[in-house]
């Protein structure tokens, strides 16, 4: 506008201006160019308030260029214009952030960076150590308590906090400065310039402390997330660091060659928290302790002066000093369900199935039938039908998954009908259809719960175990074929059900084909394509606050998208390979467990859609169907997960993945992909892969691993 003309020229040659504060104004890119003439131009100006105008990335690149050899300008404000989705302003702000060393306080937040952007500036801003203030929310990640951009792999965007968030003022510190609450900790996106932050030093003082003189010393900030922060070399028996800290209450202890400890000398109070999961080195500690040190820190409203210099002598983004533990020869361990990523998969144990069929029992009405009037009759029935329950609820796993009702597995009549002849059921003398029918009608009688997981017409699994007594009563003990009930139960499932039903006997193919090392390995070295997948395909059906699932309606989206249904492998094997992956529940009448799959249960179904539908190994082709069915299932398994690499992966996991051309198991495989490139050092095949085992056999992802290059050829590998 003109009156913004009039104004920028001005301040072109205004020498006692020293703020200027165009916030909510309606600036667009027209007027950026004339901004960017008054940086360029004005020596005196320190502030520049940009707040909530319609920038845009053109805008931005402007100013931005302009204050890569401005030395005078010490505090901005861009926040809340959209800047973003600008491969210009991305780079022309990187180019700021590692050139400029006079702002001082920079504000970037709501500016509608992607995520490729944000990783992008992430890395640019890591070696500035002079912009003291940075912010960032609204955008992908934050700003942790050293003042790195963190942007982790599953960064989503979050609006929550920054539309509330206070505008900054200068260098003042804002607001009632009392400091974050545990229920803030870790930090994320603080400020050291408006949230007050004070430098302290602090250490472990030999003889004051403790009577320990340590050889290794670590130091945890609550406000760090108690992340060790090694202290390295004493002076004069003193281990010191000197830290950031926000202020208020802030918790401290120190871990002392591998043992916890807090000092003496510095203020302690009553700790109540559990501390897990403190990575030193590769061990991980839980720290309880009864007591933890405390530290008092009063706020200051003025971090910087009145010339934009610091009171401290820390620097913004200053990495720690890393401590590297001593190489250590690691015994190979046997490889074990416990430490593989199956181990949290709850097996069908002696006491989970006798709980499963207590509640059938229960919920059954086989007590009510006329041949179970002798409490000695119903006692031996049950107790055969308890012998025999892990062969029947494979089986009702197998038939509830053919012809589902609505979202409910179970079993209707016509699947029952044909299981029944199959079995040999029906024949022409003693048992007709129609008596089938009579019973299948007669078990789903009876008062309506109007439970949706209950149907009326359909056999839910404790009906699957009430129909075979009713038909066993009437086939053999009502025509007097046998003398008793038990005889009459005995009969059915001896000559007719068990030789169709065995074949259904989940336990063999997951200890035989699924629960093995190459299927953990595989699994292990495509945890993070997986676990991608999962979160695309999972949550549709979830409520707000509860943990993520994946449901039925998913997992056949899944399948499509990928191209996995076809002639082979066809829509209700879907239903098979969900229903059957899933954890037994005890409770099926009164919980949506069962049709909630968690990851470890996909990781399941994953295989068993591999089974199925058998594709080739990975850099194979021209197999027959026969070939490719007699595979070892992690062969399947991985061609399943290449497959989902190609089809449906996408977004971060996508960057960070090449799909491979030959199977990891191949011998002349290549690293033909890398996750994560960082430290990676070049050693002996034959190292790697007794490093690899190791990781492997006990258990450790391998996430952020350049994989193995097999062969006599020299490879990379992440010590992570």
Not at 346 to 359: G, M
Request: charged share 25%; hydrophobic share 35%; net charge negative.
């Amino acid at each position: 506008s003109r009156g913004l003309g009039d104004v920028y020229k001005r301040q072109t040659w205004d020498t006692t201006l020293e703020a200027l504060n165009l916030s909510k104004n309606l600036v667009t890119d027209a007027s950026a160019e004339k901004i960017a003439d008054v940086l360029d131009a004005n020596s005196t100006l320190r502030e520049l308030y940009l707040h909530w105008n319609q920038l845009s990335g053109r805008g931005g690149s402007l100013i931005f260029g302009s204050l890569i050899s401005n030395r005078s300008l010490k505090v901005l404000d861009i926040s809340w214009n959209a800047l973003g989705h600008s491969p210009e302003c991305t780079s022309v702000v990187c180019d700021l952030l590692t050139k400029n060393t006079s702002l001082v306080h920079l504000d970037m937040s709501n500016t509608n960076f992607s995520f490729t952007e944000s990783r992008a500036i992430s890395k640019a801003i890591e070696p500035n150590r002079t912009c003291y203030g940075f912010h960032f929310s609204g955008n992908y990640g934050f700003v942790d308590h050293k003042g790195f951009l963190i942007v982790p792999d599953d960064a989503e965007k979050n609006l929550g906090d920054s539309l509330i968030k206070r505008r900054i003022r200068g260098v003042e510190a804002i607001g009632d400065l009392k400091g974050p609450t545990p229920l803030d900790l870790p930090l994320k996106d603080s400020c050291w310039v408006c949230d007050g932050w004070q430098e302290v030093t602090v250490g472990w003082r030999t003889g004051r402390s403790g009577l320990l003189r340590p050889n290794l010393t670590f130091l945890h900030f609550d406000h760090e997330g108690f992340t060790p922060i090694w202290i390295p070399q004493p002076t004069e028996g003193n281990w010191t660091v000197t830290r950031m800290v926000p202020p208020g209450t802030r918790r401290l202890f120190f871990t002392l060659d591998g043992e916890s400890l807090i000092a003496a000398d510095i203020a302690a109070e009553t700790n109540h928290e559990l501390i897990e999961d403190i990575r030193i080195g590769d061990d991980y500690l839980t720290v309880e302790l009864p007591r933890m040190n405390v530290l008092q820190v009063k706020p200051t409203h003025h971090t910087l002066d009145e010339d934009y210099d610091p009171h401290f002598t820390c620097r913004p983004r200053d990495p720690d000093r890393i401590w590297i533990p001593p190489r250590i020869e690691k015994k190979i361990l046997p490889w074990d369900f416990r430490i593989s990523v199956f181990r949290e998969y709850v097996k069908d144990d002696e006491d989970l199935l006798t709980r499963c069929f207590e509640a059938d029992w229960s919920n059954s009405r086989i007590l009510n039938l006329p041949s179970m009037k002798r409490p000695e009759d119903a006692d031996e029935v049950k107790a055969y039908l308890r012998s025999v329950y892990p062969c029947l609820k494979d089986a009702y796993r197998n038939y509830s998954a053919i012809s589902i009702a609505g979202d409910i597995f179970s079993i209707g009549s016509n699947v029952f009908s044909e299981l029944a002849n199959s079995c040999g059921i029906i024949d022409s003398k003693t048992f007709a259809l129609r008596d089938l029918d009579f019973h299948f009608i007669a078990t789903n009688a009876g008062p309506s719960d109007n439970n949706p997981r209950n149907p009326k017409n359909a056999l839910v699994r404790h009906k699957f175990l009430e129909i075979f007594v009713r038909i066993a009563e009437d086939k053999f003990l009502k025509r007097k074929v046998v003398g008793t009930i038990i005889e009459a139960v005995r009969k059915l499932f001896e000559e007719h059900l068990m030789p169709v039903m065995q074949k259904y006997e989940q336990t063999s193919w997951r200890i035989d084909r699924y629960w093995t090392e190459e299927c953990d390995i595989v699994y292990k070295v495509y945890y993070q394509v997986l676990q991608g997948v999962y979160k695309k395909y999972s949550g549709a059906k979830t409520k707000p606050g509860h943990k993520k699932f994946m449901a039925l309606e998913e997992l056949y989206r899944l399948c499509n998208d990928a191209g996995i249904i076809d002639d082979v492998f066809v829509d209700r094997d879907v239903n098979m390979c969900f229903n059957s992956a899933m954890m037994t529940q005890v409770d099926e009448l009164n919980s949506d467990r069962i049709f909630q799959m968690s990851f470890v249960e996909f990781l399941e179904a994953l295989a068993r859609i591999a089974e199925d539908w058998s594709p080739a190994a990975v850099g194979t082709e021209n197999f027959s169907l026969e070939e490719r069915r007699n595979q070892p299932l992690y062969m399947k398994l991985e061609a399943v997960i290449v497959r989902l690499m190609q089809t449906v992966v996408e977004g971060v996991v996508k960057e960070s993945y090449n799909p491979p051309t030959k199977s990891i198991f191949d011998p002349e495989f290549e690293a033909t992909y890398v996750v994560k490139k960082r430290r990676l050092s070049k050693v002996s095949t034959d190292e790697n892969n007794q490093r690899l085992l190791t990781l492997l056999a006990q258990g450790k992802s391998l996430n952020g691993v350049s994989f193995i290059k097999r062969g006599s050829q020299s490879i990379e590998f992440d010590d992570k």
